[in-house]
């Protein structure tokens, strides 16, 4: 095996369990001998590693909520598209305004399929918003996330709305939660990830920078206030703030896992007989020493080395074994 093909088959081993973490991890094993499917992978996983270490922007796909009948996703219908001031496209592409048409629209998800009632016990839609940091082209935006919607929706009533007045251009989608085959929609953490990914490439079609990296990849551990509390929070009834920043074991460990994988990565791209990749290593270094992990770890006096030929197991916690790799790449 050549020194590139070592380099690609390390790319796809760790870079897997970098940005994919579905793959269980069982054994430890050499990096797999490439063939043309893995190959292209290992090129994926670079451009992936390129775009995470430059800082590209992150995505945003959020699950705001959702109605539990007919009144609460009507009235989601009139705020999103501001009472029919906004234009209302549904999953046939036809745009509305006014509001009639809100009304109109109303009515077809009521009795198009199942019979929504106008109060429920179950959730009869999703609400989902796709945004993008300031300064991202709006209509861009929107047509990435009608082709996301096209993409990840197919089968399911929804309306989408670009918001274009606030710091963050974003796009609402109200989705049914029945599909016209009677499946539910029921988006689970795994699902909001692919979601991401889904967008992230969808705007990459329209030449806009967008990534879709974990926050423990990133080394990061915010959390995110959901709709309720934001809403809460504008209107004085939010008694207790959210606590900035994820806490616990389990979260650490995820993000000592991926510091691990972006060693194994460094290492190898550190030895590579091309210039690119030992800058690329570089580039990786001060990434890693710049994530709030290995700050946080570092003001706690653990020993994170800094050069970039540490070892993973200096990266773990005490007691955690973190050198094996994912069990899909093995041969």
């Keep these: 095996m050549t020194n590139g093909q070592h380099i690609d088959g390390v790319l796809v081993q760790w870079g897997e369990r970098l940005f994919y973490p579905g793959n269980r991890i069982i054994k430890s094993a050499p990096p797999p001998r490439l ?10 996983i670079r ?19 959702g109605g539990r009948g007919m009144a609460a996703i009507a009235a989601h219908f009139r705020y999103i598209s501001k009472a029919g001031k906004l234009e209302i496209e549904d999953d046939r592409e036809v745009v509305r305004t006014g509001k009639e048409a809100v009304r109109d629209l109303a009515d077809q998800w009521r009795y198009g399929g199942s ?36 993409t990840e929706l197919s089968g399911h009533r929804y309306v989408m709305v670009l918001h274009e007045h606030q710091a963050n ?22 699902d909001l990830q692919r979601w991401r990914e889904t967008f992230a490439e969808k705007l990459r079609g329209w030449g ?15 959390n995110f206030e959901p709709q309720w509390r934001i809403k809460a929070k504008e209107e004085g009834r939010l008694r207790a703030a959210l606590v900035a920043t994820k806490t616990g074991r389990a979260g650490m460990l995820t993000r000592a896992d991926a510091m691990v994988s972006w ?43 800094s050069r970039q030929h540490r070892t ?16 899909d790449v093995n041969r």
């Design 115 to 150: 019979l929504i009632p106008e109060e429920g016990h179950r959730r009869e839609a999703f609400n989902i918003m796709l945004s993008m940091p300031a300064g991202t082209n709006a209509v861009l935006l929107q047509k990435a996330a009608r082709e996301f919607a096209q």
């Design 263 to 305: 060693a194994h990565i460094m290492k190898a791209l550190a030895a590579s007989e091309v210039a690119e990749d030992r800058q690329l290593a570089q580039r990786i270094g001060s990434f890693v020493r710049g994530t709030t992990f290995v700050r946080e770890q570092l003001g706690q006096g653990s020993k994170v080395p």
């Design 47 to 65: 451009k992936r590693i390129e775009a995470t270490v430059r800082r590209a922007p992150q995505v945003m796909v959020k699950v705001t909520g």
């Design 208 to 222: 806009i920078d967008a990534e879709a990296t974990r926050q423990a990849s990133r080394g990061e551990n915010r």
């Design 35 to 44: 063939d043309a499917k893995l190959l292209r992978k290992a090129a994926v």
């Design 312 to 327: 993973p197991n200096e990266l773990s916690p005490p007691g955690v074994d973190r050198s094996r790799p994912s069990h």
């Design 169 to 190: 251009p974003h796009v609402h989608l109200s989705v049914r939660a029945e599909a016209a085959s009677g499946k539910r929609l029921n988006p689970r953490k795994a």
